[in-house]
């Protein structure tokens, strides 16, 4: 409508990265599912049609029951968009929050900011 990517867009491309990077995981029998707690943007510049977005994904925090992601976006190295997105860890049957696995927290430190 303004000639450029519409908001909620931002998150769903976030959204992507950060499962990207998720895939990779080590996986364990017992593993809690994670739901998105919190999210929020800080808008540098509306990406327009054919521009190339660069998505950078870094671990800020891995708490007992949760872990923050920020995702910067850049288009031709100027900053785009940088969002924040939080996970809580959950049961899958009781949807409570769990502590997140040792073997995932262990993981994730190699993506700190």
């Not at 931002?10 to 895939?23: C, D, M």
């Not at 919190?38 to 660069?54: E, N, Q, V, W, Y």
């Amino acid at each position: 409508m303004h000639g450029h990517m519409h908001n909620a867009a931002y998150y769903a491309h976030a959204e992507a990265a950060v499962a990207g990077l998720w895939r990779h995981r080590p996986e364990g029998a017992n593993d809690p599912v994670y739901f998105v707690r919190k999210s929020g943007c800080t808008f540098h510049r509306g990406l327009r049609l054919d521009d190339i977005a660069r998505l950078k994904v870094s671990v800020a925090r891995i708490g007992a029951t949760s872990l923050s992601f920020t995702v910067a976006m850049s288009c031709e190295d100027a900053p785009v968009a940088d969002l924040e997105i939080v996970w809580v860890a959950v049961d899958p049957a009781t949807r409570q929050p769990v502590s997140v696995p040792q073997p995932v927290r262990d993981w994730l430190k190699s993506f700190l900011a």
